[in-house]
């Protein structure tokens, strides 16, 4: 198997991998030792917080089930843990900053370091997905100000989101989360989203599952949480240097 494509099994995840593993084995308590004012100042984006779960995908050399971790700290930098059930294993790792992006495949020895472009992120993560539009959908709730976007309220009902030629349309449930997300690129559909179920935490609503994939359907993402932390201190900076036991790979 090639290691871009092993690499690229973030592009696979496959909503049918739901059922073949069960629904009803992820378990949402309370987050311990959190107030309401934590929660809402997390779900406003305000600080750094964890979740864990799992990611259930299929890609062409066939199916897997992994159990995730996923840090977001508040100065945009981004690092998601896969490891094997059961086992607990490291199998792949991905870090990004708003200047670097960094994939390491543990069970081939290799990793990719290049800018955080979206190029890159289309190579690698088979959509352009940046962390910020993630985050918005890991909360399932718009921070107060997106400087970066112009904001207009369709015909629809729907949220639009302008930079430049480029286009995020948003639709939000009754509750005002959101309930699905697609980014265009010069009127192109490059992903959709869904968030069909929420939980709550406090009062508040937060997703429990997340799908993700590309305009072609291909490229399919399921995120299930089963918890969520927030943090009093700031994550330490990412390393984003070389590893001297791994091989580093070419974009091209």
């Known amino acids: 198997m090639s290691l871009r494509r092993s690499l690229r099994l973030f592009n696979y995840f496959f909503t049918s991998m739901l059922f073949l593993t069960g629904c009803s084995s992820f378990y949402s308590p309370e987050p311990a030792g959190l107030t309401p004012s934590q929660v809402e100042s997390l779900r406003l984006s305000k600080g750094n917080y964890s979740l864990f779960g ?16 996923l840090q977001v700290a508040s100065n945009s930098e981004f690092k998601l843990r896969i490891f094997t059930p059961l086992i607990g294993s490291l199998i792949y790792e991905l870090r990004a900053s708003h200047n670097k992006f960094m994939l390491l495949n543990y069970q081939q020895n290799n990793f990719v370091l290049a800018d955080n472009k979206q190029d890159v992120r289309q190579t690698w993560l088979g959509m352009d997905l940046t962390v910020s539009e993630l985050n918005w959908l890991i909360l399932g709730n718009l921070p107060e100000k997106t400087p970066d976007w112009q904001r207009k309220v369709l015909s629809t009902g729907e949220l639009e989101l302008r930079q430049g030629a480029n286009k995020i349309r948003i639709r939000f449930n009754d509750s005002g989360q959101i309930e699905s997300m697609q980014k265009y690129l010069e009127g192109l559909l490059e992903y959709r989203a869904a ?15 997340i799908s993700i994939e590309d305009y072609t359907g291909n490229n399919k993402w399921l995120m299930v ?28």
Do not use: V
């Open 54 to 69: 799992r990611i259930l995908f299929k890609h062409p050399e066939g199916k897997h089930n992994g159990e995730l971790e």
């Open 225 to 252: 949480y089963s918890k969520i932390q927030t943090h009093a201190e700031a994550f330490k900076p990412l390393d984003f240097n070389t590893p001297s036991e791994m091989k580093q790979l070419s974009n091209n």
């Open 195 to 209: 968030i069909p179920l929420y939980q709550e935490h406090y009062h508040l609503p937060f997703p429990r599952k």
